[in-house]
Every structure is written in C-alpha cells, then in structure tokens.
C-alpha cells in the first residue's frame, strides 16, 4: 500500500479510472498491516478487490488472487 510516488489507494484509483475496457475488473489487492475496518473500507472505497492485512497467512496470499482470477475467467 505504502509505495514511493503514490500510496497503493492512489494507484487503485488511477488504474480504476484509465479507459480500458477491463480497467474495473482488474484484480487488485491490498497487501498492508493496516488491519482495522477503517483501512478496509478506504481500499474498497479506492477500488481495491480484497485486502489483505498482515501478516497474512500463506493460504490467504495464495487462495485470494486465485479465486479472483478465476472469477474473471468465467465472467
């Protein structure tokens, strides 16, 4: 999330807005040690697809991405 020119929410939100045709359904996701509901909701709000707080388990950094892909594969 915490990244040198621009926070990981600002990212989200330029991707988000570029005018690609699958710029709303790339997968995006919050890695971060923010965990409160705050922090959840601003990475939603920021157009994030998950977000996933620290220290996240193995099975989660794994099964999170995977079941995002595979939702837009049989979109």
Same mark, same amino acid.
């Given at each position: 999330?915490?990244?040198?020119?621009?926070?990981?929410?600002? $990212?989200?939100?330029?991707?988000?807005?570029?005018?690609?045709?699958?710029?709303?359904? @790339?997968?995006? @996701? $919050?890695?971060? #040690?923010?965990?409160?509901?705050?922090?959840? !909701?601003?990475?939603?709000? #920021?157009?994030?697809? #998950?977000?996933?707080?620290?220290? $996240? !388990?193995?099975?989660?950094?794994?099964?999170?991405?995977?079941?995002? @892909? #595979?939702?837009? !594969?049989? $979109?």
């Amino acid at each position: 999330m915490r990244l040198p020119m621009r926070d990981g929410q600002q $990212a989200a939100q330029n991707v988000r807005r570029r005018g690609r045709a699958d710029a709303g359904t @790339i997968p995006s @996701i $919050a890695m971060t #040690a923010d965990a409160f509901d705050g922090d959840m !909701e601003k990475s939603r709000a #920021a157009g994030m697809s #998950a977000h996933l707080s620290g220290p $996240a !388990e193995p099975k989660l950094r794994f099964s999170t991405p995977y079941r995002l @892909i #595979a939702r837009e !594969e049989m $979109a």
